[in-house]
């Protein structure tokens, strides 16, 4: 009997260590190669920019002030987006405070 189990015991061993190497084998969650998410088709491309506009505030020094104004640029394309972003920075005193960037819904 003492045979009997040495030969089951020499079987089982294997078979265990078999069996927990099993899930070192396995796919991750995911799948083997991730797949990327596909980019979003709908949105828009938009833009800021800013430029100061000067004005004299009634006051004992007479000193120049500010006022910044913003224009907010959206467009369906890239391409159009640019050429207004282009027409607003190639003016005097605009700055560029938000490249196009695209923007989805």
């Known amino acids: 009997m ?7 015991a020499r079987t089982l ?3 265990l260590l078999c069996a927990a190497a099993l899930p070192l084998g396995a796919a991750p969650p995911g799948g083997l190669s991730p797949v990327t998410p ?5 949105g828009t491309w938009e833009a800021t920019v800013r430029w ?5 505030v009634q006051g004992p020094t007479g000193s120049v002030h ?3 104004t913003y224009a907010h640029i ?8 640019e050429v ?4 607003y920075a190639s003016q005097r005193g605009v700055t560029v405070v938000d490249y196009c960037t695209f923007v989805p819904y």
């Open 66 to 68: 500010y006022t910044y």
């Open 13 to 15: 061993l294997p078979l």
């Open 74 to 81: 959206s467009a369906t394309t890239q391409d159009s987006c």
């Open 2 to 8: 003492s045979t009997k189990m040495r030969r089951s």
């Open 52 to 56: 100061a506009q000067p004005h004299d």
């Open 38 to 42: 596909s980019p979003a088709t709908f």
């Open 84 to 87: 207004q972003l282009d027409g």
